[in-house]
């Protein structure tokens, strides 16, 4: 009787917090953040829906993160945790920045 009380409220408590982790971003490694950010620039480019000043300041933008983060593994022996989150913000905000880049309406002309 216990047992099956006991895999109730298991079974319960994984339905329950199922919505909380499917709504939840899941966390990717910075060296795939860097490869989508550098494929959604690329997309944009061919598309048209990054001019070409654009795709150079955000280029510009992805390296200078590429750099911080030779940099950071390089002083640390690898990322401390709060240059990790350093980096994570970092390209989070160059990751709206090609979104909003994307979506504003200007497009390269042929």
Do not use: C
């Not at 709060?82 to 042929?110: G, I, N, P, T």
């Amino acid at each position: 009787m216990k047992r099956a009380i006991l895999a109730l409220a298991a079974g319960a408590a994984l339905v329950g917090a199922m919505p909380m982790a499917a709504s939840a971003q899941p966390w990717q490694p910075i060296a795939q953040r860097q490869m989508n950010i550098e494929q959604r620039i690329d997309q944009g480019v061919r598309r048209g829906d990054l001019t070409r000043p654009e795709a150079m300041r955000l280029r510009g933008e992805f390296r200078d993160l590429r750099r911080l983060e030779a940099h950071y593994r390089m002083t640390g022996g690898g990322l401390s945790p709060y240059e990790r989150r350093d980096l994570d913000r970092r390209f989070d905000r160059l990751s709206q920045r090609v979104y909003a880049q994307r979506h504003d309406d200007q497009s390269r002309r042929y």
